[in-house]
C-alpha cells in the first residue's frame, strides 16, 4: 500500500480542480450542445466559429474520448491513489500520459488561433500549459513512487 503523502494530495486537488471538473462540464457542452454558442466561446474563443468540418468533428471526437476514456482514468486513478493502491497510479499515470500525448498535439495544430486571442499568461497557464504540467508531473510521480520514493 502506497499512503498518500502531501504531494500526492497537491496533485489530485490541482488535478480535480484544474483539469477534472473544467474538461467534464467543456466537454459535456461539446456533446451535448455542439453548435451553441456559449460552447463555441469556450472551446475555440468569443466570437470565434469552428474554421471547418474537421475542426469540428475534431473538438467532437475530443469531447466523445475525453468523456469516455481519459476523465474516466483519471477519476478512478485518483480514487485509487487516494487508497493506496498500485491499480491507481497505473490509472493516474495514463490518463497524464494521455493528457501530454494530446497537448503536443494541440500545440502544434491550436496554438496559432488560440495563443493571440488569450496571450501568454493564460495560455502557458490555464488553456494549454496545465495540462501538460499535470500530466508531466502524475506520470514522473507515479514512477519514483512505484520505484518506492516518497516524495
Known amino acids: 500500500m502506497l499512503e498518500p503523502t502531501l504531494t500526492t494530495w497537491i496533485l489530485i486537488i490541482f488535478g480535480l480542480v484544474f483539469i477534472f471538473l473544467p474538461m467534464l462540464y467543456v466537454q459535456l457542452r461539446m456533446v451535448l450542445r455542439p453548435n451553441n454558442r456559449k460552447t463555441r466561446d469556450i472551446i475555440i474563443g468569443k466570437g470565434e466559429d469552428w474554421r471547418d ?16 476514456i481519459w476523465l474516466p482514468l483519471l477519476a478512478a486513478g485518483s480514487v485509487g ?53 499535470w500530466g508531466v508531473a502524475v506520470v514522473v510521480y507515479t514512477v519514483l513512487r512505484l520505484a518506492g520514493v516518497t516524495l
Open 53 to 68: 468540418k474537421t475542426h469540428f468533428r475534431m473538438s467532437l471526437g475530443a469531447g466523445w474520448a475525453d468523456l469516455m
Open 81 to 133: 491513489v487516494i487508497l493506496g493502491q498500485v491499480w491507481g497510479y497505473a490509472l493516474w499515470a495514463a490518463s497524464g500520459a494521455i493528457s501530454v500525448y494530446v497537448n503536443i498535439i494541440l500545440w502544434f495544430s491550436e496554438r496559432e488561433y488560440v495563443y493571440p486571442a488569450c496571450g501568454p499568461l493564460v495560455y502557458y497557464t490555464y488553456f494549454w500549459g496545465f495540462f501538460v504540467y
